[in-house]
């Protein structure tokens, strides 16, 4: 069995990830002081499980990270695999190399791995006792190890030469076993303190257990009384469980009668209410007739109302003219009258009598012009009254319309 390969990533001053391949036999590292080489063993014994930062050089264990320099910055966790060949079978597995790797973080948490499995420290430690490369073994000697060895208790130096004889194991293994034998009599002290209380707790047991007897034979004849007045009671659940699945059937065959009533309802309800919209489209159509008809009345009776008015104008304009014809015929009565009785008078008023001559042929002419425009007047009133007559006869086929739409509505 000899250490294989070791791989160191951010322990210490080893920023960059490293591997170290070693061969069977004797290899040195050989380097400047301060180049690392004392970190490359302190590194194989952290993997192995040194729980002291002091033995590792440095006051706390967060200091085996890589705390960063002028052009790398610091990491946040420290990881060492170390390889073993285990050909020879010297450590207790079946693998023929062995793996071990330990990381640990800034946060303070640890992670162990044998082949790349999870394990315990503890799985480590007893993976390596008596074989004198423990955290505790003779095999890693660091710089003045040899004189503190020396120098100690021969206590101190006896645990050198038990590792090396190979009997920590069993050295561990009997004080685990001192210590489970005085748990075991610790447990055991205890259960006779139990036993010691039980004892004095019989006697009332023992009377809890007649009660309990007791009441257990009493609760089977309660039982069995239950039983009896639930069969009894089955049977009368059952004779109303008949009677109401007949009563349910009538029901049921009730129900299916009013149900097909209700579709035959429900299938004429659809029918009138086909009925009723065609009814009702129907009416909308009619009002709106009517509705069309009364707005054509009310434009007919406004044209009317403005053909009378014209009508009113023309009777007045004829009024003033009758009057004024009457007013002439009265002046040429008087000026008739005026000539018989200045009839003696002709020949001294001749060039009077021209005068009037000339204002009654101008007056003549005049009469004439007005003659034509009454008559004028009067074609255009005829003209008027049968438009008149013919609105009339319009409105009166209109209301007779509406009153007939108003009938139709009435009957719908």
């Known amino acids: 069995m000899y250490l294989k390969q070791i791989e160191v990533h951010g322990f210490k001053s080893f920023a960059e990830k490293i591997e170290l391949n070693l061969a069977n036999g004797i290899n040195a590292v050989v380097g400047p002081n301060g180049s690392g080489k004392s970190n490359i063993s302190d590194a194989i014994r952290w993997v192995l499980g040194e729980q002291s930062a002091k033995t590792l050089r440095g006051s706390k264990m967060e200091d085996i990270i890589f705390a960063g320099s002028e052009k790398k910055k610091a990491l946040g966790f420290a ?8 050909a020879d079978k010297k450590l207790p597995v079946d693998f023929t190399e062995i793996n071990i ?13 044998i082949n790349k499995t999870a394990c315990r420290l503890k799985d480590i430690y007893e993976l390596f006792m008596d074989t004198g490369i423990g955290r505790d073994g003779y095999s890693i000697i660091g710089q003045g190890r040899i004189d503190e060895i020396l120098s100690n208790k021969s206590e101190d130096r006896r645990q050198i030469f038990e590792e090396a004889a190979g009997i920590v194991k069993f050295k561990a293994r009997k004080l685990e076993a001192e210590k489970k034998l005085e748990n ?12 010691e209380e039980i004892g004095t707790q019989l006697e009332p047991m023992r009377e809890q ?12 004849e309660l039982k069995g009384i239950e039983i009896n007045l639930i069969l009894g009671n089955i049977d009368k659940f059952k004779a109303k469980l008949d009677s109401i699945k ?11 009668e009013k149900s097909n009533h209700k579709l035959k309802l429900d299938e004429n309800q659809k029918e009138l209410k086909n009925s009723l919209n065609e009814l009702e489209r129907n009416l909308e159509a009619l009002q709106q007739e009517a509705h069309q008809l009364e707005n054509s009345m009310q434009q007919k009776e406004g044209e009317y109302n ?17 009057q004024r014809k009457r007013e002439l015929e009265q002046e040429c009565k008087k ?7 200045n009839s003696s008078n002709i020949e001294m008023l001749g060039v009077q ?14 009469h004439e012009d007005y003659y034509s425009s009454i008559s004028v007047k009067e074609t255009e009133l005829d003209n008027m009254q049968q438009q008149y007559i013919s609105l009339i006869n319009t409105q009166s086929e209109i209301k007779s319309k509406i009153n007939s739409s108003y009938s139709f509505i009435e009957n719908i």
């Not at 990881?79 to 285990?86: G, K, L, P």
């Open 306 to 322: 403005v053909i009378q008015e014209k009508k009113n104008n023309i009777e007045n304009s004829f009024s003033r003219l009758r």
């Open 335 to 341: 000026s008739q009258d005026s000539i018989v009785e």
């Open 184 to 195: 075991t009599k610790q447990n055991i002290t205890r259960v006779m303190d139990i036993i």
């Open 209 to 220: 257990a007649e009660v309990a007897k007791r009441y257990r034979g009493i609760l089977q």
């Open 353 to 366: 009598l021209d005068q009037l001559r000339e204002s009654i042929e101008q007056k003549s002419s005049q």
């Open 101 to 113: 790797t330990r990381r640990m973080y800034r946060s303070g948490e640890s992670e162990y791995y």
């Open 246 to 256: 007949k009563e349910s059937e009538g029901i049921q065959s009730y129900i299916e």
């Open 79 to 86: 990881e060492v695999s170390i390889s073993i060949d285990n």
